[in-house]
C-alpha cells in the first residue's frame, strides 16, 4: 500500500502562484506520479504527470507553460509548482499514484490522496 498526503492548497489572487507537495509513504516503490483536479460540476481533469525517473513529464494543454512537476525521490515527495493561476484553476487538486506507464488515463492510477483546495480570486 501506499499513502499520499497533499498539501500546499490555499486561496491565491489571479496572476499569483501556489506550490503543491504530495507526500508519499508506505511501500514506495517505483510509481509514476500525476496531480489531477476536480473544479465544482466539472469532471476530474489531468493536470500533469512524472515519471519515477523524473525525466518524463507530461502537461494538460491548459497548465502548459504555467505549472511545473517535479519529484524528490529522497524525500517520497512530488511537487507541482503553479504560476499565473487563474480562477479556472479552482478545484480539489488530487496526488495519484501508478506503477504504470505516466499516463493522464486516472483508471491507470491505483493510489489517490484526499485532495488539497487551490481557490483563485479574480
Known amino acids: 500500500q501506499v499513502q499520499l498526503v497533499e498539501s500546499g492548497g490555499g486561496l491565491v489572487q489571479a496572476g499569483g502562484s501556489l506550490r503543491l507537495s504530495c507526500a508519499a509513504s508506505?511501500?514506495?516503490?517505483?510509481?509514476?506520479t500525476a496531480w489531477f483536479r476536480r473544479a465544482p460540476g466539472k469532471e476530474r481533469e489531468f493536470v500533469a504527470a512524472i515519471t519515477w525517473s523524473g525525466i518524463n513529464t507530461h502537461y494538460a494543454d491548459s497548465v502548459k507553460g504555467r505549472f511545473t512537476i517535479s519529484r524528490d525521490n529522497a524525500k517520497n515527495t512530488v511537487y507541482l509548482q503553479m504560476n499565473s493561476l487563474n480562477p479556472e484553476d479552482t478545484a480539489v487538486y488530487y496526488c495519484?499514484?501508478?506503477?504504470?506507464?505516466?499516463?493522464?488515463?486516472?483508471?491507470?492510477?491505483?493510489?489517490w490522496g484526499q485532495g488539497t483546495q487551490v481557490t483563485v480570486s479574480s
Open positions: 495519484a499514484a501508478t506503477r504504470r506507464d505516466v499516463n493522464s488515463d486516472p483508471r491507470d492510477y491505483s493510489y
Open positions: 508506505g511501500r514506495t516503490f517505483i510509481y509514476a
